[in-house]
């Protein structure tokens, strides 16, 4: 038989985790709008950041260093599963029959099966070192939760989540690997916060969203002097720490001496693309061609439908407003399998670099997604989930342009995590029953998402 | 704060995956029994053997050759996720207060989630290169489907998967993933098969065992000219192709200077104990004191409880008979969330190892399991399978023991799988809902497995 063609891998050793992360806001063009305080319309200052953030994280979150140093006991903790591998997709280039290269980074070996603990990890560990007792997040179908917990249990840390009420019930796996962790993990809305108890008194029925579990796990903070809120994705801190990812990727790709002509990931927030592709920023405002594409659900994609305006993060404005591309903190998206991807707005850095033009956005509906996941599954092995599946339905695609021109791309995507929690949707893909959102599902839709959705 | 003293651990690079396989029959102090044909009681042909197994398969199932070459093709797929890293479990040692070191071999980052690949690679390579079409297989819990259905996917043949009726209703995920890659999932006992058809008319409701999913595959292979039967544990090709796992660790071991005094795995069958150990045996033939240890469910224990003897290897003896430990195979286990350990017997080198003293075997009640289970999640960030609970079970206790004889014993365990697609159990558990087998959930035990049942 001859060669199987299958992949090639491009390993670091254990001593080339980073020891630092990169910061992209001063190599941006101009620095992000501040924050607003929603009660008083006016910038949030130093203490009300410090008030719902760990100390620490208040302080990255609005710094210009570059260069971060990563504390040790963080750096020891990414050896659970870093430097993870480059692996080139030998066997999807050879089914597509492209000239492209297909490169992929594939972080689905963490722990909590995605990139998602790269910044717990730093989250708790700062956390506790700053003297604080408890953490609280939010959590949609409970990547993000997953990592905290595991993160909060290494550093001795107390943790509430709240979980998305209709992920909370329908997807138990998430909860229960959670609660193995330790973490307390609460239904949003449910009946903890006075929030809570308002949108059930209201709505005995409401699905809950990532919006009203961040406006519940706020009220949270408010309501204990030792708790500080996490991020899983939105903050300025929380996308520092996933740089690590496009850190190993750059030197990865100085050894094999190949530059990316593009590199996608999929965006909910923007945490896995900024991670994945920030460091390479600068290369790009210094001429180098490099593609950053953003691959979004159709059924929630600010980058693709939304506006760049002044926005709330949480769906009750106790949160900060934020200047980003967003379909406004009312939208509620429909549900769809990719419940990392459910949420109205996108990361302020991520926002500002679409509207600087230093990022394209692309909108896919889930049966294209999951036809490209299993394709890939198929042929490379790697079960992906299915927000990573965005990012694979975009490379497919760009690869057969590829293959239409003669361009010999080399395209790298970030395999963000894998697809084993999310079987269900396999199943229901497989048996037929998948279907992309329509108009009706919608329950408000801002005018620009409504003009661009496909009939 | 203090360093984290999280992990250590010890890499190898991706050309150091093995370049043979070890076979250890010829370093054994006897050959194995040979296997019989049940319907004629003598001793099978190398065509009986033909007419089951892939050509090749038959062929490395009597080799007496010590160093089998792995073919380029199935060393390629091995890269998907190996090697795998040898990794030193710092915070457990600390919370047990053990002078004792504890490591581990993480076979967890396999595609499938589990050391099965490694066989299934190998066998589905062979069964396309030998000119068959279809691999025919049983599966319990699914790790062992999952993997061949990922490996037939890839090397291009079809694959009908017997799952436990009880398993393909109640855990429809590993069905779900199966079907991804492509394989036909059948229940067992089922329709499909006159045997299958037998057993439900004698009883509706068949919940269904190992032992009746692989004698429907047999039934399968009988009526089919190009199809083949694939083995997930039992057979000793497939524990063969699992010892690149143990001859890994010996050269990761060497890296660091250390001999193991305990190697320690958890078995149903015994391809993870055999693929991880039996590179060690010749070692401890030749003088060194290493204890290999098989930790076995309560449930389920034929090395602790059964009889070394000749028996069926299926429920019917359409299989082979052969001379092993064994529960007798009209033996049903009670349901126990290590679905992966309810086989009745053991691999026949398993028994022999065991019949001639070079293997002990201990077996634990699953709440003391998940317990072990548990600890080691919040601890190291790395959630196990039940079935690799058992071995961690068996290192805790061996740790406590060091700790209070003050011995600085290394203690090595293969992880074999994680426990994401098990997180049902773990929701059990944590609600407090798991319990013991006891004696009443035995529907025909055999006298020895009653006697030695703990009361």
């Not at 209201?202 to 030792?226: F, I």
């Not at 300025?236 to 530059?259: P, Y």
């Not at 975009?394 to 342009?401: C, G, M, P, R, S």
């Amino acid at each position: 038989m001859k060669p199987l063609g299958l992949i090639d891998r491009v390993d670091l050793p254990v001593d080339k985790i980073p020891t630092r992360w990169y910061n992209v806001i001063p190599d941006l063009p101009r620095l992000p709008e501040e924050y607003i305080d929603n009660s008083t319309g006016k910038k949030v200052t130093r203490e009300w950041l410090e008030r719902l953030f760990v100390k620490s994280m208040a302080a990255q979150e609005t710094s210009l260093e570059r260069w971060i140093t990563i504390p040790e006991p963080v750096r020891e903790a990414y050896k659970l599963w870093r430097p993870t591998p480059l692996i080139r997709a030998v066997a999807l280039e050879r089914e597509l029959g492209t000239p492209a290269q297909i490169w992929f980074k594939y972080e689905a070996t963490s722990p909590s099966g995605s990139h998602k603990l790269n910044s717990a990890l730093a989250q708790a560990y700062y956390a506790k070192r700053d003297g604080h007792t408890r953490l609280v997040t939010d959590t949609g179908a409970g990547q993000w939760g997953s990592a905290l917990a595991i993160a909060c249990q290494i550093f001795g840390l107390d943790l509430t989540v709240f979980m998305v009420r209709a992920s909370f019930h329908n997807k138990p796996y998430r909860r229960n690997l959670m609660e193995t962790y330790g973490a307390e993990v609460r239904p949003s809305p449910g009946d903890t916060t006075e929030y809570g108890r308002k949108l059930l008194a209201e709505y005995p029925d409401h699905p809950g969203s990532e919006a009203t579990a961040v406006s519940e796990a706020l009220e949270c903070v408010d309501a204990d002097e030792g708790t500080r809120f996490a991020v899983g994705a939105f903050s300025n801190h929380c996308l520092l720490h996933h740089s690590v990812i496009g850190l190993e990727l750059k030197e990865q790709l100085r050894m094999i001496g190949r530059t990316p002509d593009y590199l996608i990931a999929s965006v909910g927030c923007g945490s896995n693309l900024s991670g994945f592709a920030s460091p390479f920023v600068e290369d790009k405002l210094n001429g180098a061609d490099i593609t950053i594409l953003a691959a979004e659900p159709e059924a929630c994609a600010p980058l693709t439908y939304g506006e760049y305006r002044l926005d709330w993060a949480d769906s009750n404005g106790r949160g900060p407003g934020v200047h980003t591309y967003t379909l406004g903190h009312e939208f509620v998206p429909p549900p769809i399998h990719a419940g990392g991807l459910r949420y109205h707005g996108c990361a302020p850095i991520v926002g500002l670099m679409r509207h600087e033009g230093l990022l394209d956005a692309e909108a896919y509906g889930q049966v294209s997604v999951f036809d490209a996941g299993t394709t890939f599954a198929k042929l490379q092995g790697y079960l992906p989930a299915p927000e990573t599946s965005h990012a694979i339905r975009a490379v497919i695609d760009k690869a057969l342009e590829c293959k239409r021109t003669g361009r010999e791309a080399t395209i790298v995507f970030n395999y963000s995590g894998h697809g084993l929690l999310d079987l269900g949707a396999y199943g229901r893909y497989n048996d037929g029953l998948l279907r992309d959102v329509e108009k009706e599902d919608f329950v408000a839709p801002t005018p620009s998402m409504v003009e661009g959705l496909k009939a």
